[in-house]
């Protein structure tokens, strides 16, 4: 079976993120060929062009993963309608110089989950464009999920609802076949 590697992005740095037990679910529950790889933008600089003669080791190490991966998994919280600055940091970073864009024909992925009824759709629709401009290959489709309640997913990505379960696991089944599929042509 070919094994494909998959960088984690989450957009939310918050101890107990809701989007941290939704990466952690992906991950469980996704097909054996996907194997994810958690990469943190936290400790990067804010993007600041002075700065590309001398890139961060922080800026490096995050580029340099984000490379060596098949695709990237982004789980984001939403944020005034928007996605959270650090995750907007993380592309602003790798998007430059221009030449050696990392987002390039990159497979990504997208999901999150809120409290609200329409989960983080607002901010999706937000990321889908600041990638297209990026030519990142962008999954079809929108996931994502209400929270409804707090034991929805544990700290260890166990979903206690089945639906959710089967919807999350779907989400890793498209992913895998849009990899598979990318890795062909």
């Given amino acids: 079976m070919t094994k494909y590697k998959i960088a984690m992005l989450v957009g939310s740095t918050r101890t107990g993120s809701i989007n941290q037990k939704l990466a952690r679910a992906i991950e469980t529950t996704a097909p054996d060929s996907l194997q994810f790889t958690p990469v943190t933008m936290e400790d990067m600089p804010w993007y600041n062009g002075d700065l590309e003669s001398n ?6 190490a995050f580029t340099d993963a984000i490379r060596q991966c098949d695709a990237v998994c982004m789980v984001t919280p939403e944020y005034n309608r928007s996605i959270p600055g650090v995750l907007k940091n993380a592309i602003d970073w790798g998007s430059k110089p221009p030449a050696e864009n990392i987002w390039k024909d990159k497979v990504i992925a997208m999901t999150g989950t809120s409290p609200g009824g329409i989960g983080t759709a607002i901010g999706q629709q937000h990321l889908r464009q600041i990638l297209a401009i ?10 994502y999920i209400t929270f409804k309640s707090p034991d929805m997913i544990d700290d260890a990505g166990h979903v206690a609802d089945d639906s959710v379960r089967e919807f999350i696991a779907a989400f890793g089944e498209r992913l895998n076949k849009l990899v598979a599929l990318m890795a062909s042509a």
Wanted: aromatic share 0%; charged share 20%.
């Fill in 55 to 60: 890139r961060p080791d922080s800026v490096n």
């Fill in 134 to 143: 990026q030519h990142a290959i962008v999954m079809p489709g929108e996931t």
